[in-house]
């Protein structure tokens, strides 16, 4: 009876996070607001961390969720929304647009990783006082970027498609670094006094994750693409679900990395099955967005933040250094490539680096892993629960942060859209009341050259006036002639 009361607990605590989750998810679409910061938000309303606040358990004594009533439920949600958004988003993905911009995106996934790691673990022993290993540890975990959080901002930037494209292939490439370097100075900690470190079993290791991910997902994607053009169209959707959970799974057995299996998988299948994406591709929509709503809220109401204000003056100390680290760190990387880019992906790839699901998950994993390890230590659990705590805040500052600047950015560039089109009904105008066919096409061929040009911040009188001089000139040549 009491496996029954847990179940129907946790059915329960899960229709709740759930339905309050869509309802403000909707709301915020409405008005093209990224919802990933109020969801955490919303998590943490409803959890431990407003129940047990002394000001507010002294006149009232309620739990709404419970998350440690709900077993690894969570755990299987964030897994399962973590493939799901990786896949569909690879496979929705432009072949073509990744062959442009993954050499970028990989080169940001590794070396940023390793680079921010090390650095953010220096500036977190600094400034939190904790012993350099587990400052690495924690440098590790928030060192990577959120697939899911970025791949939820497509919504809010349409017109941004080649900046999220690289921050998305950067997010799947950086995963498998992000579940390594955490494990390795796991082992650190748990190394005997005066046993050897060996980073070259490390290494060896992170190569045998990359191959065995990549290549599970090569194989499955060209089988299941195969499958799909002699199935029937209405089971497709089905058999992709299916698979990227397999996919997943049999990358992870054979010691490879599942996500990077489930990105390879999605890419191929993608890029065979092109002309049948939009006959079979639907099968996240309502799925992964359930998903996505249901992580975030659980993973805020997992959550227990009861810190003083100079714990938290601390960590937005830690979060502003780790901000302005990116940018740096991104244009050393891009060198000459950067002008290929609009001032406003730069601003987009700089500054919108959330931390996301993979560092939601991995929080409690370590926190768990730290004071198994470090049993003999005094105060390992209390470390444990302040590393813990501060991962969330710089997950939530950093996906406010990027929900902020990804809604300044859509609205900028709804803006000039406006702007754009007005300029050219303007133009269209002026067109029309030229007579000669040939001025008409050499003007709108004119016109085409100035869409780039009106970008630089020219006011339509300039763009008008530049068409008129070209209009004369033309004239005074055949005057001439």
């Not at 975990?141 to 498609?161: C, H, M, N, Q």
Request: charged share 20%; net charge positive; glycine share 8%.
């Amino acid at each position: 009876m009491a496996s029954l009361f847990d179940l129907t607990l946790t059915v329960t605590y899960f229709g709740i996070l759930l339905g309050f989750g869509i309802l403000i998810a909707n709301v915020l679409k409405k008005r093209k607001i990224p919802d990933t910061f109020f969801l955490l938000l919303l998590g943490l309303v409803l959890g431990p961390t407003l129940a047990f606040n002394p000001i507010i358990s002294q006149y009232i004594n309620i739990n709404l969720v419970d998350v440690g009533a709900m077993g690894n439920i969570p755990d299987f949600l964030r897994i399962l929304a973590l493939i799901l958004i990786v896949f569909s988003g690879t496979f929705k993905l432009s072949f073509s647009l990744f062959k442009r911009v993954s050499g970028l995106s990989i080169k940001l996934a590794v070396i940023g990783v390793v680079f921010s790691t090390i650095f953010l673990g220096f500036v977190a022993h600094l400034i939190f006082g904790i012993e350099l290993v587990f400052a690495m540890l924690l440098g590790a975990v928030i060192s990577g970027t959120g697939s899911g959080v970025i791949f939820a901002f497509e919504d809010v930037l349409p017109k941004s498609r080649k900046a999220l494209s690289v921050l998305k292939i950067e997010s799947v490439f950086n995963s498998p670094l992000t579940v390594l370097l955490p494990l390795i100075f796991l082992d650190v900690v748990a190394l005997e006094p005066g046993a050897l470190f060996t980073p070259l079993v490390y290494l060896s290791q992170f190569w045998e994750m990359i191959a065995a991910g990549a290549g599970t997902g090569l194989l499955i994607g060209v089988f299941v693409a195969i499958m799909l053009k002699r199935m029937q169209r209405e089971y497709g959707a089905l058999l992709l679900f299916a698979v990227a959970l397999i996919t997943y799974a049999l990358a992870e057995n054979i010691g490879g990395s599942g996500i990077l299996a489930v990105a390879v998988c999605g890419l191929v299948a993608g890029k065979m099955l092109v002309k049948h994406k939009e006959e079979i591709g639907g099968f996240d929509d309502q799925i992964s967005e359930m998903l996505r709503i249901s992580v975030f809220t659980l993973f805020g109401a997992q959550v227990t933040l009861l810190f003083g204000l100079h714990e938290l003056f601390l960590i937005l100390v830690f979060f502003t250094i780790s901000i302005f680290l990116r940018p740096i760190f991104l244009m050393l990387t891009l060198g000459g490539v950067r002008h290929n880019f609009s001032r406003s992906d730069l601003a987009l790839m700089s500054f919108v680096a959330p931390k996301g699901i993979a560092a939601a998950a991995m929080a409690p994993i370590i926190a768990a892993s730290v004071i198994a390890l470090g049993s003999s230590i005094v105060g390992i659990e209390l470390l444990a629960e302040r590393m813990v705590n501060i991962i969330f805040v710089v997950i939530m500052l950093s996906i406010l942060l990027s929900s902020i600047l990804a809604k300044i950015i859509s609205h900028r560039q709804l803006k000039n859209g406006c702007k754009g089109k007005k300029i050219e009904r303007m133009i269209e105008k002026k067109v029309k009341k030229i007579k000669p066919l040939e001025q008409k096409k050499e003007l709108l061929m004119a016109v085409a050259e100035n869409k780039i040009e009106k970008t630089k911040n020219e006011s339509t009188q300039q763009i008008l006036e530049k068409l008129e001089e070209k209009e004369e000139d033309r004239g005074n040549k055949k005057k001439k002639k």
